[in-house]
């Protein structure tokens, strides 16, 4: 099954060096290795492959490569440099692709010479919106229950599924999460992954946490920013024209894989309502060049809507979601009423969309179908 994305990419290869980043197995092998059909003459290596490794150090490709691909890279001592010093010094007709996750992701966190140099691709499970932009079709249900990652999404057998899901886990839990530091109480860790699996859609208290599995706050706050360097959760804040503060508010935890959420179907549409916004926030950052921002909102008196989408720190649209409830919220009819900002309750159940109170009510799978990818 193709990916959107693919043309985006090939019109940026002609402009500057192209990172695609994303969760493990979420298909940027796959896709790199599509779109070097494109080519005349392509050329895979990864840095994982003792062999591929020494032509890497080396250098050691022909001059007539049109497209080099340069896969877990990030894994190689200095590799920022060495992307580098490879793009500056490359054969003109020469096109350079970066695939990886988890460090490749963070490395724009820490100032370097590859600013300015580099078109960046988030490649993210596949959404509803995707789907209908391929032609392929849009089965919520099945997104819901097994998620977006093509291996869970493309089978049949939901056992299967739940199969890949473990391993997947396992694998990353135990494996890639050495690369960030050296986690003795693997233990630990995984209590801290199946409170949030628990707590979807919710405020997270560290504090809460660190109680209930018997760690520090602290140490529970480094746990979920190694899942999310690992693209296992991600994090909506509270909206506030206050960075700071919104940083230091309680956030709100989803996973990139729905299908990893304990709960009922509502906290399963929910966390899909927010990976398929957190896609379309990074592709209008990426692909129109807009500040674009995924939160949720919250008074003192913690009245709530799910989610905000801000732009250039001013709130432009509040998304509450239901399963099968129509009527409006309290929240979100107040939060119309006092700032003006427009809003739409999603239903995945819904029967007729229509508006109240210049608020939207509209059907889950209509309003996610119609997303910017």
Known sequence: MKRFQKEQILKDLDKKLVFITGPRQVGKTWLALDIAKSFSNSLYLNYDNFKDREIIKNQSWLDDVTLLILDEIHKM???KNYIKGVFDTK???MKVLVTGSARLEAFQSSGDSLAGRFFKHRLLPFSPAELSLINEPVNIEKLITQGGFPEPFLTDDPVESDRWRMQYLNGLIRTDVLDFERIHDFKAMELVLELLRLRVGSPVSYRSIAGDVGISPNTVKKYI????SLFIVFRVSPFSKNIARSILKEPKIYFYDTGMVEGDKGLRFENLVAVSLLKHVYAVN??????????????KDKAEVDFCIAKRLTPELMIEVKLSHEN?????????????????????????????RNIEIRKGINYLKSLIV
């Open 77 to 79: 001592d200095g590799w």
């Open 286 to 299: 990426d692909y129109l060049g807009k500040p674009c921002t995924l939160n949720y909102l919250r008074t």
């Open 328 to 356: 409006l919220g309290k929240s979100i009819i107040n939060f119309n009423r006092r700032y003006s900002i427009p809003g739409i309750q999603l239903v995945l159940n819904l029967k007729h969309e229509r508006k109240e």
């Open 91 to 93: 054969h003109e007709t």
């Open 225 to 228: 920013q190694i899942f999310e």
